[in-house]
């Protein structure tokens, strides 16, 4: 092994006698491979470490994380998963935006601004670090430093009255306005970021449509986009919703399958949507039994639906796989 290594320019051939931290890329002689990916992985030596590297490894998903307070660590979890989107369910009281899916699992500290606002900021300044590297800078990579280019979609679900809340979640996204990572539209065209806010539930239109410029957006009605909603443009929604089983029924009879009548519906609200350059997601899909889930899941990706509805993390990451 020692040879091998050292016939690879991998080992000192002289200096290296003594296993340890060494400033060099050269590691000393007594140590194993496993050594020395021990010692990459575990200790401080600047070589083995850079500054964008919080989400090093981590392939970014067409998974939109439902649900996402329910996990001990939400918008965390979802980032670890490779998740490209993700949805806080926010209350205002007191002038305050809380985090819950419903009233009496909301608490003082969970808010709006420490659960999302501030944990994706910190992801983003990791990732676009000061650099004496980056001269064209500032930088505006993507929460993924695998694809720094992926946009985060942040899905806010208005609980409370639209009117009244939708100035405060404004307001609380300016953290990330002022670092310029949110998705912009300058009543041109759309200028995408590192973050890309969609406002849904009582979230209304009018505060959305008519307004430029924003930094934000408004999640259209994939069933109407052709029709009452035909006023829809990708300017003013990304990416279209509805809920699965109001359009296609309860399905865990034919295991997750789609007969004719409702594959045509499928077919045609997807291609409705990306005909007006609108991205496409389904929610309130069956969660069991599993191989229902997964096959409707596998139905609305050979589909081309754009983002897959995911509770369970863990079984769309290990379904992901499963994926041609
Ligand atoms: C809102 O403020 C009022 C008056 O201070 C207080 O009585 C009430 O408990 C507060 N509600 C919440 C949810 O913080
Ligand atoms: C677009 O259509 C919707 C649904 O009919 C309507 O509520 C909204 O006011 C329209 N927007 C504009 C700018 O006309
Ligand atoms: C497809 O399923 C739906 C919902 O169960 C049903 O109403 C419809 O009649 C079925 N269509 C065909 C062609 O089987």
Redesign the pocket.
């Known amino acids: 092994m020692r040879a091998q290594l050292a016939a690879a320019g991998l080992l000192a051939a002289t200096s290296a006698t003594a296993a340890g931290p060494s400033s060099s890329a050269v590691p000393s002689g007594a140590m194993s491979l496993g050594d020395i990916l021990g010692q990459a992985a575990s200790h401080d030596n600047p070589l083995y470490k850079y500054p964008t590297q919080l989400t090093q490894g981590i392939m970014p998903k067409a998974f939109h994380s439902h649900n996402d307070y329910w996990r001990p660590l939400p918008f965390w979890s979802a980032l670890a998963a490779g998740a490209v989107s993700v949805e806080a369910d926010v209350w205002l009281y007191n002038d305050t935006l809380h985090v819950g899916h419903e009233t009496s699992a909301l608490t003082k500290e969970r808010t709006f601004d420490a659960l999302y606002v501030q944990p994706i900021l910190e992801v983003l300044r990791r990732q676009n670090p000061e650099s004496p590297f980056v001269t064209d800078g500032p930088t505006r990579n993507g929460v993924f430093d695998t694809v720094s280019g992926q946009t985060l979609y942040l899905w806010v679900d208005l609980k409370t009255d639209g009117a009244a809340t939708w100035p405060y979640v404004v307001k609380a996204l300016a953290p990330l306005r002022d670092a310029g990572y949110l998705t912009t539209y300058d009543g041109k065209t759309v200028k995408e970021a590192p973050v890309t806010v969609i406002g849904t539930g009582n979230t209304p239109?009018?505060l959305v449509?008519?307004v430029s410029p924003r930094d934000y957006f408004w999640d259209g009605p994939l069933p109407?986009l052709g029709g009452?909603?035909?006023?829809?443009t990708k300017e003013v929604t990304p990416v279209a919703s509805t809920a699965f089983t109001a359009q296609f029924g309860d399905v865990r009879g034919a295991r997750g399958q789609l007969n004719d009548t409702q594959a045509a519906l499928l077919k045609s609200q997807v291609e409705t949507a990306h005909a007006k350059g609108i991205k496409v997601r389904y929610w309130d899909l069956p969660y069991w039994p599993i191989g229902t889930r997964n096959a409707v899941w596998r139905t609305l990706w050979d589909a081309k639906v754009d983002l897959l509805n995911v509770d369970d993390l863990q079984g769309c990451a290990d379904f992901w796989e499963t994926l041609g």
């Open positions: 239109l009018n449509q008519g109407t009452a909603f035909s006023n829809i």
